[in-house]
């Protein structure tokens, strides 16, 4: 047998001797360019000394970030806070770093916006979010790590409110707010990350916070008439057994009609909520949608929803610390969230930082009602330039096919398949309920029959190095079932990195849909989208050859069927000003 890390390779072999023979097999793609004057702007490398900095995700000049904090507009400029060491790029001291920004993808710095310097601070201004008091005027709430290494909550407010890029801000005098105390049986080490705070028919503030007590996972519940006296409710909204400390939970309402965005305080009939709680013990963004009655003040999880690490995810991959804001600008929600590295504390230092964000993106209740759909951001397409079109395709079996004319290692690529004789589908065996698990046992390098299918991306000229994004469709009791994965496997020479794969079932019916997937590429980040931002996947590569202009994009087919592609469209993506 032949060792599977070459057959991809050999794939590629003859896919390029049939070429040669026939004309035709390895595609390079240069119909249909756009005409662009901004070109020069275009593959503005990043230093060769620094191949994984991303070019359009956000990050820090250098230092180590994480958690996203208070995202908001205001007089329209949006603001992005952030987790910051300002020491260097390992966790540290944290302070609250802040940018600005008009379009969500070129950003200022400005100075930090809340920084240590009271006790109960001192060892850290932690996560929390922002809330609009009457009169439009925003107000931060943050936990604070004491003397004591207690956390407790507590209030800042702008200093000047005319100042559209709220520069200034001003603590509490009667900070902390909200504090663990023996009386309220809290533990000052598991009570953190204040969500945006939400009005309920009495017209009094509800906030939560993240806590567990044991192994139960809990939002606790404080209300208060002025934003400053808060009291604890009886009940935490909501709590789940063995699910472990609850961080940064985010609490907001959807609309069951219309894919917009609401208000946080909105409620009534045709809203949902969803309630998203980062897990500690799993590192992943988990999710629920279900009902909340402000007169009861309880959350209550819709019928079916799984509450554990197995439920619904806004990401399969990389992707924590979440949180989202009303963009009441342009009537969306928009979700932010921190992308990790895979690498060593080590290569952190020795590059000089550490975390990214995600690509901002609009959230929404899909059709179903049973689970969101995620979109990158519309301003992000005004990057794109370059635009190469794959015409009306049919891939065989075993061909690796080249998308040449962008700039690989920065890009935007949508593409959709189209699948026909789906009777020939493998079976699911039942037992085979963890995706990533199977995306793990058949990676891109597993023939089956429908599938593998899909992008190698940061991918290497002779295919030494990629991370290949693709489905499978399997047959399932009664359904087909479409399975996305991100294989990391052979992203990298370097054997030292986290390279696990990721999987996510999708929630599309190739009877009468397209399989569709997005990814977006900067530098060491691979977004992916599948089925219209169904199922997300985000991983980092560090490809040591797959780098700057050594970087090549592939679609392939590794199944034994031929698979239809009636699209792919592939752009290369201008730089962004991200600090
Ligand atoms: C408040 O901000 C506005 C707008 O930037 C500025 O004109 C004004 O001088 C500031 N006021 C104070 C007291 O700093
Ligand atoms: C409080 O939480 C911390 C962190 O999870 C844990 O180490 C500690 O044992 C807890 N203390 C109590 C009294 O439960
Ligand atoms: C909320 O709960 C109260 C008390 O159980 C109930 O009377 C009311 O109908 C509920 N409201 C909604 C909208 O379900
Ligand atoms: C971030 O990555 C480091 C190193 O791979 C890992 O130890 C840590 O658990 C990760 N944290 C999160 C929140 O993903
Ligand atoms: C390989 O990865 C390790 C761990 O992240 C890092 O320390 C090392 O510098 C990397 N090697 C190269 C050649 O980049
Ligand atoms: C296609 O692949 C499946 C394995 O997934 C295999 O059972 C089947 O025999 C293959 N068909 C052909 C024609 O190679």
Redesign the pocket.
């Known amino acids: 047998m032949a060792r599977p890390s070459s057959l991809l390779h050999l794939l590629a072999r003859i896919a390029l001797a049939v070429s040669v023979l026939l004309g035709h097999g390895v595609l390079h793609v240069r119909g249909s360019r756009r005409v662009n004057w901004n070109l020069q702007n275009t593959v503005e490398s990043t230093s060769v000394l620094q191949p994984y900095r991303t070019s359009y995700h956000f990050q820090p000049s250098k230092n180590w970030m994480n958690d996203p904090n208070g995202p908001m507009i205001y007089k329209g400029i949006y603001h992005l806070f952030y987790q910051y060491n300002p020491q260097g790029p390992v966790p540290g001291h944290k302070v609250w770093a802040h940018s600005t920004s008009t379009d969500l993808v070129n950003w200022t710095p400005q100075v930090p916006a809340i920084v240590r310097s009271q006790d109960y601070d001192i060892n850290g201004c932690w996560s929390g979010s922002v809330t609009f008091l009457p009169g439009h005027r925003p107000a931060i709430l943050y936990t604070g790590v004491n003397l004591q290494h207690q956390q407790g909550q507590n209030l800042a407010v702008p200093k000047n409110l005319s100042d559209p890029y709220l520069i200034e801000w001003v603590k509490s005098p009667l900070n902390p707010l909200m504090a663990s105390t023996a009386a309220n049986g809290i533990n000052a080490s598991s009570f953190r990350d204040p969500t945006t705070a939400w009005v309920g028919r009495d017209g009094r503030w509800r906030v939560i916070i993240g806590s567990k007590r044991d192994r139960m996972g809990m939002a606790l519940l404080y209300r208060s008439k002025d934003f400053v006296h808060w009291t604890q409710a009886q009940r935490p909204l909501h709590s789940a057994e063995n699910t472990g400390m609850w961080e940064c939970p985010d609490f907001f309402p959807v609309s069951a009609q219309v894919p917009v965005g609401l208000d946080t305080s909105s409620n009534g009939p045709n809203v949902k909520h969803v309630l998203k709680v980062s897990l500690d013990d799993t590192k992943h963004d988990h999710y629920t949608i279900g009902t909340y009655n402000s007169s009861t003040d309880k959350y209550v999880p819709d019928e079916g929803s799984v509450e554990s690490d197995s439920g619904l995810r806004y990401d399969y991959g990389k992707f924590y610390a979440s949180k989202t804001f009303f963009d009441s600008k342009n009537n969306r929600r928009i979700l932010w969230a921190w992308i990790n590295e895979s690498?060593?504390v080590?290569?952190d230092i020795?590059k000089g930082w550490s975390g990214v964000q995600a690509i901002p993106r609009t959230l929404w209740l899909d059709k179903s009602g049973k689970q969101l759909v995620q979109w990158p951001i519309v301003e992000i397409e005004k990057l794109r330039t370059n635009q190469v079109d794959l015409p009306n395709k049919l891939i065989k079996g075993g061909t690796v096919l080249e998308v040449s004319g962008i700039t690989a290692a920065q890009a935007d690529v949508v593409v959709s398949f189209k699948v026909k004789e789906l009777e020939r589908a493998d079976s699911l065996d039942p037992t085979w309920s963890d995706p990533q698990m199977l995306c793990s046992r058949k990676g891109a390098l597993v023939k089956g029959s429908l599938g593998p299918f899909g992008l190698l991306v940061m991918a290497s000229k002779g295919l030494q190095e990629y991370t290949a994004v693709f489905f499978r469709i399997f047959k399932g009791q009664n359904k087909y079932v479409v399975l996305m994965c991100s294989d990391q496997s052979r992203s990298s020479l370097?054997h030292?990195?986290d390279k696990t794969t990721y999987g996510a079932f999708l929630d599309v019916d190739p009877l009468q849909e397209k399989l569709s997937l997005r990814t977006l590429i900067d530098h060491s980040i691979v977004e992916s989208f599948g089925g219209g931002g169904k199922s997300c996947i985000t991983a980092r590569v560090?490809p040591?050859l797959a780098v700057e202009d050594g970087t090549h994009l592939y679609i392939f087919n590794n199944g034994n069927q031929s698979v239809g592609v009636p699209k792919l469209s592939a752009w290369s993506m201008k730089k962004a000003r991200i600090n």
């Open positions: 690498s060593s080590d290569n020795k370097n030292s990195n560090y040591l």
